[in-house]
């Protein structure tokens, strides 16, 4: 495999790799807090269709995004309301907001469009277009770094950016502020937080809505970056795998982005079979139907435990009662 080769396999990387590092970065707010989030692909699936669908009918990418951000908050606030609020088992209330989406982006991609649950093609201001960096055509010529930088580097959406930035911003906000602090005290303790005079409560919510921001950007990237439209369910397990990439992260913001990006790595290897096939040994032919599951099998192995063991935070998954 020349280094060619392998730059396109690192560009494909970052762009498959970007849903998922945004939505186990939007889990890891949610967990780190208390509020255990199964409905990332829900909330992730909602917000592609309300962009997709609204990015087709105003043209311009950035309503998209609004209406994708929009739409994952009111997911997030149905789970925070029936977590928090009503104390209710969150997991089962992650897995509804699932089936709920999975049939309802279907439903009005149907009823608005008539194209069998998709959106119209979507082109030009309707997409988040490449943006080329400084100095990316200069330095092409220079051998594998010049190639890297303009081809990897540069060339992405917007979002791509923003995502990339988010995992320095939330390292910050977690370890190094008064919010972060409490935050992360509030899903291993929270009866301390209480007891300071801190409200468990507001900052679940918080979190909670922290969550429901970061899975609308990820589902309007899909929609209006790494794809053109909406598609049936074209998260396609992207959110348990991000799940997953959490617990290998273990609720650590610079280890989600390498874990996500392993992940990205092979989903970007299952779009071209031909590498492994130069690389096989021999007469052995690998299947493209295993390459396509590869991240999902990993999945399976994170959270069978064989990557080493992963403690979640103490008060995870539990109601919290106030004391009176």
């Known amino acids: 495999m020349d280094y060619m080769t392998l730059i396109e396999i690192l560009g494909s990387t970052l762009r498959l790799g970007t849903p998922l590092l945004l939505a186990c970065i939007a889990g890891l707010y949610s967990e780190r807090a208390g509020i255990f989030d199964i409905g990332l692909e829900g909330k992730m699936l909602m917000a ?32 925070g309301l029936a977590s928090i609020t009503f104390r209710g088992n969150q997991l089962i209330s992650g ?44 330095l092409s010529g220079v051998p594998f770094l010049g190639p890297f930088y303009a081809k990897v580097i540069s060339g992405q959406s917007l979002l791509v950016y923003l995502a990339l930035a988010i995992v320095p911003l939330t390292w910050w906000l977690l370890y190094r502020t008064r919010f972060g602090l409490r935050l992360r005290a509030v ?45 049936r369910e074209m998260t396609a397990g992207r959110g348990y795998i991000a799940l997953a990439a959490l617990i290998f992260a273990k609720w650590r913001p610079w280890q989600a982005l ?67």
């Open 48 to 79: 592609a269709m309300a962009s997709g669908a609204v990015a087709a009918l105003s043209g311009s990418a950035w309503i998209g995004l609004g209406a994708g951000i929009l739409a994952s908050l009111l997911f997030a606030a149905i789970h």
């Open 95 to 138: 897995v509804a907001l699932n089936f709920v989406a999975s049939g309802a982006t279907i439903l009005i991609a149907q009823t608005a469009f008539g194209q069998g649950g998709r959106t119209p093609p979507l082109m030009g201001e309707a997409r988040f277009q490449g943006i080329t960096l400084p100095f990316a055509e200069a």
């Open 187 to 231: 899903g291993e303790n929270p009866e301390s937080v209480d007891t300071a005079g801190v409200s468990v409560v507001r900052l679940r919510y918080t979190a909670v809505a922290l969550t429901g921001v970061l899975c609308g950007i990820a589902g309007a990237y899909m929609a209006t970056s790494l794809q053109a439209g909406f598609g």
């Open 258 to 324: 390498w874990a996500t990006m392993l992940f990205g790595f092979l989903q970007a290897l299952a779009l071209r079979p031909d590498v492994i096939e130069a690389m096989s040994p021999g007469s052995l032919t690998i299947p493209v139907s295993f390459l396509d599951a590869l991240p999902y099998l990993l999945t399976v192995i994170v959270l069978a435990g064989f990557v080493g063991r992963a403690i979640p935070p103490r008060a995870g998954g539990q109601p919290y009662v106030k004391e009176r």
